[in-house]
Protein backbone atom coordinates (compact mmCIF):
# COMPACT_ATOMS: atom_id res chain seq x y z
CA UNK A 1 0.00 0.00 0.00
CA UNK A 2 1.10 3.38 -1.26
CA UNK A 3 1.20 6.32 1.47
CA UNK A 4 0.77 8.56 -1.07
CA UNK A 5 -1.44 7.67 -4.02
CA UNK A 6 -1.50 10.05 -7.13
CA UNK A 7 -4.10 10.29 -9.88
CA UNK A 8 -4.48 10.01 -12.49
CA UNK A 9 -1.28 7.83 -13.93
CA UNK A 10 -1.28 9.36 -17.12
CA UNK A 11 -3.05 12.54 -18.44
CA UNK A 12 -2.92 13.34 -22.53
CA UNK A 13 -4.18 16.88 -22.86
CA UNK A 14 -4.40 19.65 -25.75
CA UNK A 15 -3.19 23.10 -25.55
CA UNK A 16 -5.07 25.80 -23.51
CA UNK A 17 -6.82 22.67 -21.38
CA UNK A 18 -6.94 22.73 -17.84
CA UNK A 19 -6.55 19.76 -15.44
CA UNK A 20 -6.18 18.89 -11.97
CA UNK A 21 -3.90 16.16 -10.27
CA UNK A 22 -4.33 14.49 -7.01
CA UNK A 23 -2.70 13.34 -4.70
CA UNK A 24 -4.64 11.56 -1.71
CA UNK A 25 -3.32 9.27 1.39
CA UNK A 26 -5.23 8.70 4.54
CA UNK A 27 -2.61 9.75 7.08
CA UNK A 28 -2.37 13.20 8.58
CA UNK A 29 0.85 15.14 7.28
CA UNK A 30 2.38 18.74 8.76
CA UNK A 31 3.55 19.50 4.98
CA UNK A 32 3.33 18.44 1.93
CA UNK A 33 5.26 19.08 -1.83
CA UNK A 34 4.72 18.78 -5.06
CA UNK A 35 7.69 18.48 -7.87
CA UNK A 36 8.28 18.65 -11.53
CA UNK A 37 10.54 16.56 -13.28
CA UNK A 38 11.31 16.75 -17.30
CA UNK A 39 12.90 13.94 -18.99
CA UNK A 40 16.14 13.22 -18.23
CA UNK A 41 16.49 15.50 -15.33
CA UNK A 42 15.71 15.29 -11.85
CA UNK A 43 12.55 15.95 -9.86
CA UNK A 44 12.48 20.44 -9.05
CA UNK A 45 10.51 21.31 -6.19
CA UNK A 46 7.72 23.43 -6.91
CA UNK A 47 5.91 24.01 -3.62
CA UNK A 48 5.35 23.41 -0.14
CA UNK A 49 2.45 23.58 1.81
CA UNK A 50 2.10 23.45 5.33
CA UNK A 51 -1.55 24.77 6.42
CA UNK A 52 -4.99 22.49 6.27
CA UNK A 53 -6.98 24.16 2.97
CA UNK A 54 -3.71 26.26 1.92
CA UNK A 55 -3.51 27.56 -1.44
CA UNK A 56 -0.79 28.79 -3.18
CA UNK A 57 -0.40 29.63 -6.82
CA UNK A 58 2.73 29.81 -9.44
CA UNK A 59 1.80 31.27 -12.54
CA UNK A 60 -0.61 29.63 -13.62
CA UNK A 61 -0.42 26.24 -10.83
CA UNK A 62 -2.15 26.25 -8.28
CA UNK A 63 -1.76 23.79 -4.88
CA UNK A 64 -3.88 23.24 -2.65
CA UNK A 65 -3.24 21.16 0.93
CA UNK A 66 -6.45 19.60 2.38
CA UNK A 67 -8.51 20.87 5.22
CA UNK A 68 -7.68 17.44 7.13
CA UNK A 69 -3.84 17.88 5.52
CA UNK A 70 -4.46 14.37 4.13
CA UNK A 71 -4.33 15.11 0.37
CA UNK A 72 -3.93 17.67 -1.61
CA UNK A 73 -4.28 18.96 -5.78
CA UNK A 74 -2.37 20.49 -8.20
CA UNK A 75 -4.32 22.24 -10.99
CA UNK A 76 -3.15 23.71 -13.87
CA UNK A 77 -4.67 26.54 -16.12
CA UNK A 78 -4.42 26.96 -19.91
CA UNK A 79 -2.02 23.89 -20.41
CA UNK A 80 1.12 24.72 -22.25
CA UNK A 81 3.56 22.35 -23.86
CA UNK A 82 6.17 23.52 -21.21
CA UNK A 83 3.93 22.03 -18.69
CA UNK A 84 4.95 18.57 -19.81
CA UNK A 85 6.33 16.02 -17.37
CA UNK A 86 6.56 13.77 -14.34
CA UNK A 87 4.53 15.53 -11.36
CA UNK A 88 5.25 14.03 -7.95
CA UNK A 89 3.86 14.48 -4.62
CA UNK A 90 5.68 13.99 -1.79
CA UNK A 91 5.94 14.09 1.76
CA UNK A 92 9.06 14.49 4.37
CA UNK A 93 9.30 12.07 7.49
CA UNK A 94 11.50 11.59 10.70
CA UNK A 95 11.86 15.21 11.03
CA UNK A 96 13.16 18.47 9.49
CA UNK A 97 17.02 17.27 10.74
CA UNK A 98 16.95 13.67 9.25
CA UNK A 99 14.43 13.15 7.39
CA UNK A 100 13.44 11.48 4.41
CA UNK A 101 10.91 12.42 1.51
CA UNK A 102 8.43 9.71 0.53
CA UNK A 103 6.98 10.53 -2.80
CA UNK A 104 3.66 9.25 -4.64
CA UNK A 105 4.07 7.21 -7.92
CA UNK A 106 3.19 10.33 -10.27
CA UNK A 107 1.68 11.74 -12.80
CA UNK A 108 2.78 11.60 -16.33
CA UNK A 109 1.39 14.86 -18.08
CA UNK A 110 1.83 15.64 -21.91
CA UNK A 111 0.58 18.63 -23.30
CA UNK A 112 0.39 18.65 -26.93
CA UNK A 113 0.46 21.49 -28.96
CA UNK B 1 27.45 26.18 -12.47
CA UNK B 2 25.85 22.96 -12.04
CA UNK B 3 24.39 23.08 -8.60
CA UNK B 4 24.22 18.98 -7.82
CA UNK B 5 26.23 16.87 -10.78
CA UNK B 6 26.41 13.32 -11.15
CA UNK B 7 28.76 10.95 -13.12
CA UNK B 8 27.87 9.23 -15.56
CA UNK B 9 24.77 10.25 -17.13
CA UNK B 10 24.82 6.62 -18.63
CA UNK B 11 26.05 3.61 -17.68
CA UNK B 12 25.47 0.10 -20.16
CA UNK B 13 27.22 -2.95 -17.76
CA UNK B 14 26.57 -6.65 -17.95
CA UNK B 15 24.87 -9.15 -15.28
CA UNK B 16 27.89 -9.41 -12.19
CA UNK B 17 29.60 -6.81 -13.14
CA UNK B 18 30.49 -3.35 -10.30
CA UNK B 19 30.27 -0.60 -11.04
CA UNK B 20 29.57 3.35 -9.14
CA UNK B 21 28.14 6.40 -9.49
CA UNK B 22 29.50 9.84 -8.44
CA UNK B 23 28.10 12.74 -7.11
CA UNK B 24 29.09 16.36 -6.66
CA UNK B 25 27.04 19.43 -5.10
CA UNK B 26 28.63 22.82 -4.71
CA UNK B 27 25.64 24.33 -3.17
CA UNK B 28 27.33 23.86 0.51
CA UNK B 29 24.91 21.34 1.69
CA UNK B 30 26.10 18.85 4.41
CA UNK B 31 23.52 16.35 3.87
CA UNK B 32 23.27 14.09 0.81
CA UNK B 33 21.03 11.31 -0.48
CA UNK B 34 20.44 8.19 -3.21
CA UNK B 35 17.04 7.54 -4.44
CA UNK B 36 16.48 5.10 -7.45
CA UNK B 37 13.60 5.42 -9.74
CA UNK B 38 12.67 2.26 -11.39
CA UNK B 39 10.77 2.30 -15.13
CA UNK B 40 7.49 2.85 -13.32
CA UNK B 41 9.05 6.63 -12.49
CA UNK B 42 8.35 5.15 -8.73
CA UNK B 43 11.20 7.37 -6.58
CA UNK B 44 12.03 5.86 -3.48
CA UNK B 45 15.02 7.29 -1.35
CA UNK B 46 18.08 4.34 -0.73
CA UNK B 47 20.41 6.30 1.45
CA UNK B 48 21.23 9.34 3.34
CA UNK B 49 24.52 10.94 4.46
CA UNK B 50 25.15 13.95 7.05
CA UNK B 51 28.59 15.21 7.00
CA UNK B 52 30.05 11.61 5.91
CA UNK B 53 27.60 10.12 8.23
CA UNK B 54 25.10 7.40 6.61
CA UNK B 55 21.67 8.55 8.68
CA UNK B 56 18.98 6.89 6.35
CA UNK B 57 19.81 2.85 5.40
CA UNK B 58 16.50 1.92 3.75
CA UNK B 59 16.00 -1.81 3.15
CA UNK B 60 18.53 -1.87 -0.27
CA UNK B 61 20.66 -5.13 -0.91
CA UNK B 62 24.05 -4.85 0.67
CA UNK B 63 25.27 -4.51 -3.17
CA UNK B 64 24.93 -1.28 -2.90
CA UNK B 65 27.12 1.01 -0.61
CA UNK B 66 27.70 4.16 -0.31
CA UNK B 67 30.80 6.07 0.32
CA UNK B 68 30.39 10.14 1.69
CA UNK B 69 34.93 11.40 1.07
CA UNK B 70 33.11 14.65 2.50
CA UNK B 71 30.03 16.61 2.78
CA UNK B 72 30.29 17.57 -0.72
CA UNK B 73 30.52 14.26 -2.66
CA UNK B 74 28.81 10.97 -2.21
CA UNK B 75 29.34 7.75 -4.06
CA UNK B 76 26.81 4.77 -4.94
CA UNK B 77 28.91 1.54 -5.57
CA UNK B 78 27.10 -1.13 -6.62
CA UNK B 79 28.59 -4.98 -6.64
CA UNK B 80 27.64 -7.93 -8.57
CA UNK B 81 24.84 -6.10 -10.94
CA UNK B 82 21.42 -7.64 -11.34
CA UNK B 83 18.67 -6.64 -14.14
CA UNK B 84 16.54 -5.63 -11.75
CA UNK B 85 19.38 -3.28 -10.65
CA UNK B 86 17.97 -1.13 -13.88
CA UNK B 87 16.54 2.00 -13.07
CA UNK B 88 17.53 5.55 -12.39
CA UNK B 89 19.67 6.61 -9.52
CA UNK B 90 19.41 10.46 -8.53
CA UNK B 91 21.62 12.42 -6.01
CA UNK B 92 20.00 14.99 -3.93
CA UNK B 93 21.37 17.26 -1.54
CA UNK B 94 20.21 19.78 1.32
CA UNK B 95 21.16 21.46 4.48
CA UNK B 96 20.71 19.58 7.61
CA UNK B 97 17.49 20.94 9.54
CA UNK B 98 16.09 21.88 5.76
CA UNK B 99 15.46 17.77 4.51
CA UNK B 100 12.43 19.30 2.94
CA UNK B 101 14.59 21.34 0.81
CA UNK B 102 16.30 18.83 -1.40
CA UNK B 103 17.90 19.92 -4.81
CA UNK B 104 18.47 16.64 -7.35
CA UNK B 105 20.98 16.19 -9.68
CA UNK B 106 20.45 14.91 -13.27
CA UNK B 107 20.33 11.21 -13.10
CA UNK B 108 21.72 8.67 -13.63
CA UNK B 109 20.44 5.97 -16.47
CA UNK B 110 21.67 2.07 -15.66
CA UNK B 111 21.02 -0.58 -17.47
CA UNK B 112 22.12 -3.82 -16.66
CA UNK B 113 22.05 -5.97 -19.56
Known amino acids: TQLLEQSPQFLSIQEGENLTVYCNSS?????LQWYRQEPGEGPVLLVT?????EVKKLKRLTFQFGDARKDSSLHITAAQPGDTGLYLC?????????????FGQGTILTVHP | DTAVSQTPKYLVTQMGNDKSIKCEQN?????MYWYKQDSKKFLKIMFSYNNKELIINETVPNRFSPKSPDKAHLNLHINSLELGDSAVYFCASSFQGYSYEQYFGPGTRLTVT
Open chain 1, 49 to 53: VVTGG
Open chain 1, 90 to 102: AVLSGGTSYGKLT
Open chain 1, 27 to 31: SVFSS
Open chain 2, 27 to 31: LGHDT
